[in-house]
């Protein structure tokens, strides 16, 4: 059975210090697990002090984003290459970034490459806004996002990704509270996203693939998702701020991993 993932994106939250306080609190709280991993992702400047700071394997790194090109001149850009050595994880294609910062499919194509040869996983954010849902265009949407992220990636890094089916409505405002997403909803997602993977690069490639959630996910919501077939972790934003929330969280799932084994 596949690892459990809890991916926490801090999003531009918190200075070095609260960053060091908040993963201090998560380590008093938090007892290692073989079957969940807990992936954390700060800020670029906070990445190499905790890397020092870090218990692992309970927790990794994760960068929030990469650039698709190695070196050069790319003034204020963060490459895979000056990551590598810190974060095992970086999130590529988050919907904030293709709003805010007008990332399309083709960018986030190039990110994914880069990510993975520099043996980073990425993890891979899909999703339909509420207009499109309503317009009853959600499995256009994920199929287009979902094959343009993977254009460039044989077979074998596929099986490496992580897919995050995150609806942007689902996003709360930062305190981890919003409208989340129906569970029938992301069984729908989540099982379009395997058909599609399947039909294009098999079952192996597949099946190896990790699927997980977000999206106002917090330890009450957390539990509506527990059943959902083929869900296989969650990546959390406001609520992973908040230790107390975010060590419920990663319990909860462990709890889980447990009983199912
Ligand atoms: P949220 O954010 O948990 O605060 O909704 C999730 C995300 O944007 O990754």
Same mark, same amino acid.
Request: no cysteine; glycine share 16%.
């Given at each position: 059975m596949k690892k459990k993932l809890v991916v926490a994106n801090w999003k531009m939250n918190l200075d070095l210090a609260h960053a060091l306080n908040l993963v201090e609190q998560l380590d008093q709280r938090i007892s290692s697990s073989p079957k969940v991993e807990v992936v954390l992702c700060p800020s670029y400047i906070a990445l190499a002090p905790l890397s020092q700071q870090l218990k692992k394997p309970k927790f990794k790194l994760g960068a929030q984003d990469l650039f698709?090109?190695?070196? +050069?001149?790319?003034?204020?850009e963060v490459s895979g290459p000056m990551l590598r050595d810190l974060v095992e994880y970086v999130i590529i294609g988050h919907s904030e970034r293709r709003r805010?910062?007008?990332?399309d499919n083709r960018v986030i194509a190039r990110k994914m490459s880069a990510a993975l040869r520099n043996d980073l996983v990425p993890v891979l954010c899909i999703g339909e806004t509420s207009d499109e849902r309503a317009a009853g265009e959600t499995l256009r949407v994920l199929h287009d996002q979902l094959t343009a992220a993977l254009i460039m990636l044989t077979p074998h890094d596929i099986g490496r990704i992580v897919v995050t089916y995150e609806?942007?409505?689902?996003?709360?405002?930062?305190?981890?509270? +919003?409208?989340t997403a129906e569970p029938e909803q992301i069984q729908q997602a989540l099982r379009f996203i395997t058909k599609t993977i399947t039909q294009l690069y098999g079952k192996p490639t597949a099946g190896a693939v990790r699927l997980i959630y977000g999206g106002s996910v917090n330890a009450e919501t957390l539990k509506n998702y527990?059943?959902?077939?083929g869900l296989e972790g969650f990546l959390v934003g406001g609520a992973s701020l908040n230790y107390e929330e975010f060590s419920r969280i990663v319990k909860t799932l462990q709890g889980t991993a447990k009983k199912s084994s």
């Open positions: 698709y090109v190695d070196e +050069g001149l790319y003034t204020g805010n910062f007008h990332e609806p942007p409505d689902a996003i709360s405002s930062g305190d981890g509270h +919003g409208d527990l059943k959902i077939e």
